[in-house]
């Protein structure tokens, strides 16, 4: 079992920047892939960022490369995601997400909620126009 919580939504402008974190409890942290989805109103989960359980092997939605980036810290038990140049389009609560299956996720990718056991509460993060 493992308990998410999220931090550090908030109001920003466009163009601006947020950094999100998630504290994770239990000791097999260091062995869970993690991930990162988003959710605006009336529309589907969607899959933002994937790091692996030894951090080396991340993965992004094509619609936050090159402005969002993963990290994890397996010695503090949090995950993060800094996020850079934020769009009106990005509005939306964002979930963290974990899956202690991490051989399943080096191959499947875990791009898709189901892939997850365990979710956050999640945080709201508004960019404005």
């Known amino acids: 079992q493992v308990q998410l919580v999220e931090s550090g939504g908030g109001l920003v402008q466009a163009g601006g920047s947020l950094r999100l974190s998630c504290a994770a409890s239990?000791?097999?942290?260091?062995?869970?892939?993690m991930g990162w989805f988003r959710q605006a109103p009336g529309k589907e989960r969607d899959f933002v960022a994937a790091?692996?359980?030894?951090?080396?092997?991340?993965h992004y939605a094509d619609s936050v490369k090159g402005r969002f980036t993963i990290s994890r810290d397996n010695a503090k038990n949090t995950v993060t995601l800094q996020m850079n140049n934020l769009k009106p389009e990005d509005t939306a609560v964002y979930y963290c997400?974990?899956?202690?299956?991490?051989?399943?996720?080096?191959?499947?990718?875990?791009?898709?909620?189901?892939?997850?056991?365990?979710w956050g509460q999640g945080t709201q993060v508004t960019v404005s126009s």
């Open positions: 790091i692996s359980w030894s951090g080396g092997n991340t």
């Open positions: 239990g000791r097999a942290f260091s062995s869970y892939h």
């Open positions: 997400a974990a899956q202690a299956n991490s051989v399943y996720c080096s191959r499947s990718g875990c791009f898709v909620p189901t892939d997850y056991d365990y």
